[in-house]
């Protein structure tokens, strides 16, 4: 399965446009934020090649990255750090940066296509897509600049709470994630109400 324009061609033939997609990145991990990405495509001038990023090497998502930035009507971040996942819980935090991620944008959209089951409080009208990263353009989009945003993000991180490993495996429950959160205890950039980092906070 490849992304397409053609759930966005059919909202434009109904005269809704503009349209935004938007995409999460790290909902799995035990450290680091949730990263959500808005985009807005411009559909006179789409960049080629937009997939899923979990399809694209590393290198090719920062291409095009840079081109989605370049290209794009508007393009947003935003982020649900560790804190607000603990007091609201994933989805809630999730849904929340989806909502910040929307409400970013340069350009209102007038229509917004989130992947996944749910739909955040918006301002406009909107659909959840289920495996929308591998079917629309726009939410490919914006998967790959959040996807982009949160690795370099956590090679930050890794810089300041060394001796985790975040720039390698992103927070992800690796064993070696694991065996050094162990050995550590949980910094603050890792998720408490997340079994195996409670379970250490607790040891």
Known sequence: MTAHFEIEAALIAQGLW???????????????????????????????????SKKLSASRRAALYEEICARACAVSVALAPAAEIDALNIRGATLASMARAARALAIAPRFVLVD??????????????????????????????????????????????????????????TAAHRAALKAKGPCPEHRRSFAPVRACDAS
């Open 18 to 52: 503009p349209i935004a997609g938007i995409d999460e990145v790290g909902r799995g991990p035990l450290a680091g934020p949730v990263c959500v990405a808005a985009v807005i495509l411009d559909r006179d001038n789409l960049p080629q090649g937009l997939d899923d």
């Open 116 to 173: 996944g089951r749910d739909l955040p409080p918006l301002s406009c009208p909107g659909r959840a897509v289920i495996k929308g990263d591998a079917t629309s353009l726009s939410i490919a989009a914006a998967s790959i600049v959040a996807k982009v945003t949160r690795d370099r993000l956590m090679a930050r991180l890794d810089r300041l709470h060394p001796g985790y490993g975040f720039a390698g495996h992103a927070g992800y429950p």
